[in-house]
């Protein structure tokens, strides 16, 4: 069987998030399933390299599905975009070997998340930041970047329950780009934890108000309590921009 | 009277144009002086600089309006910015001369129209540029913005009918950013008939591929004729970034 291989750019605005739910209509991956089970005939199942939040936007997503379908690559992609609604675009369709595996081959995954930092709000970001008007000391965000960046136990900084499997993770890079009221947070790491992100996100935007201080991200890392950190920020300023393999 | 100049931004995707029609809940005019009716407790009518096409955008649309209200600037703005949907943005209020007029004193404004010039779509500029994946001639397009520019009869690159009023307007920056995919184009002048960015932009467009040729410019300064220039580009990829006095 052909191993297919889809680079996915999708705004999230209108959708409940990637992962298929019983109303597929509504989910990102319920969507391109569709798509493709028309343009194959027969029920296509995509592997995502994982699931994003309703409201969540992606530059590049990646996913995988096996066919039997002769079709050339450059005709899968014709037929998705030209039937895949316009806020889900397939940048890139590629035959990879069949062992290739969205999930459990990604080594590491780029995201960004976006503030609009100004109290007069903005017409054009309002679905792709999260607007916070209160002032931010910038240069202790940093310092607190330096601090999340390296091999830490993230589970205080997440949602998920206790659990066996390791919640080791590592950031390789977290850094802040100031962009006129627009701050640009990139995070590069081997894996995040649910929610992850967001929770460092708020974590972060509290220390710069002076909320938190810059001693509860070790503080965390310790003793484990996601009560501690900071608030959850919305799901619409994240995108996902890379997964690597 | 207090005179109260407002700088509006707004998202145009929703809407039906800037100007009140008689389901007021479709333009931009209508809903911002909905908005100042409640504010004020009296009827509110709002002079804008210029209409602006149905989901055509603001960065800088001004707009003027009278009222006897005591109300603080700075609670005009926050009202505004409260009760307005999150797609029209007030990002100024300002007190101004009793015979400043938004319309009558503007002295030029500035646009600018975008166009995604790929194969492949964008899931994030839909709404926020024209989808051309043609093949262009940037530097035959730049020949062309410098025969345009300085002062002509536009009427030809216009929709609207002959007029005893003068079509002769004056563009004195007419240029392209290449930015990635994007191609940005910016003009500025001392005024734009109608729909004449829009014809000037389909013209540019169908110079850079080959189907019109760079002499159809003075033709059409010439002859007027309408029909010999380009096609009307979509509404959405321009927006009016600012008016001058």
Redesign the interface.
């Known amino acids: 069987m052909r191993n297919i291989k889809l680079t996915i750019?999708?705004?999230g605005t209108r959708y409940l998030g990637w992962q298929r739910l019983g109303n597929s209509e509504k989910t990102i991956q319920g969507k391109i399933e569709n798509i493709l089970t028309q343009m194959t005939g027969t029920k296509i199942e995509i592997i995502g390299s994982g699931r994003t939040d309703a409201g969540t936007?992606a530059r590049g997503q990646i996913a995988n599905f096996k066919t039997d379908s002769k079709m050339m690559l450059a005709e899968m992609?014709d037929f998705l975009?030209r039937y895949l609604p316009?806020?889900?675009?397939?940048?890139k369709v590629e035959e990879v070997p069949e062992r290739f595996h969205a999930r459990y081959n990604a080594t590491g995954k780029k995201y960004s998340y976006h503030v609009w930092n100004n109290e007069?709000?903005?017409?054009?970001e309002?679905h792709?930041s999260f607007q916070f008007s209160q002032e931010l000391d910038i240069d202790l965000m940093n310092e607190a970047c330096r601090k999340l960046i390296g091999s830490h136990d993230f589970i205080g900084f997440s949602s998920l329950k206790k659990t066996k499997k390791s919640t080791v993770r590592t950031i390789d890079e977290l850094s802040i780009q100031q962009e006129g009221s627009m701050l640009h947070f990139t995070f590069v790491g081997n894996g995040f934890l649910y929610k992850m992100v967001r929770i460092i996100m708020g974590t972060l935007l509290e220390i710069g108000t002076g909320t938190l201080e810059l001693g509860v991200i070790d503080e965390v890392f310790e003793n484990k309590i996601r009560s501690d950190a900071g608030m959850t920020v919305p799901s619409q300023g994240l995108f996902l921009d890379e997964v690597y393999y």
């Open positions: 750019e999708y705004d936007h992609i975009n316009r806020d889900i675009v397939v940048k007069i709000p903005s017409a054009f309002r792709y």
